[in-house]
């Protein structure tokens, strides 16, 4: 059988002594330390892919903001040719109308002037058909 030494008690004692030494003052801090780098080190990476998640963010929203700034520019321009383009009409309305006016208004002044040369009254429907036929083909002619 295996006789028990005095010697060996001793040194399973020591080493029992030991191990409980070693676990209170070496493993439990080393195991505490490399928690703590571990904590650490998932802490950088959540902030890295929050830094990240945060450009992407920034980069739509500036994506986002430059389409809608073309598209309000591209309604702006559109909306500024479709009122160049009615003005234009006003002006060439106006214009026509001021052209009729004046056509009358000379037609006036020539019947006018024809009536103090022959001093007679002119001025029926007749005389001024005629000027206004008279204006049409002056008018043609240009």
Excluded at 14 to 19: A, D, E, Q
Excluded at 48 to 55: C, E, G, I, L, Y
Aim: net charge negative; proline share 1%; charged share 35%.
């Amino acid at each position: 059988m295996i006789s028990l030494d005095i010697s060996l008690v001793w040194v399973i004692i020591n080493l029992l002594v030991l191990y409980l030494l070693l676990k209170k003052f070496l493993f439990k801090p080393v195991c505490k330390m490399m928690d703590e780098e571990k904590i650490k080190a998932d802490y950088e990476a959540e902030i890295a892919d929050a830094h990240s998640q945060a450009v992407e963010i920034t980069n739509k929203a500036k994506a986002q903001a430059g389409r809608e700034c073309d598209l309000m520019l591209e309604n702006a321009r559109a909306e500024s040719a479709k009122i160049m383009k009615e003005a234009e009409k006003s002006i060439a309305n106006e214009k026509e109308k001021a052209m009729d006016d004046a056509k009358y208004q000379i037609a006036d002044l020539a019947i006018l002037a024809a009536a103090k040369v022959i001093k007679k009254n002119v001025g029926g429907d007749s005389d001024r058909e005629t000027v206004d036929e008279f204006l049409s083909e002056v008018g043609a002619a240009k």
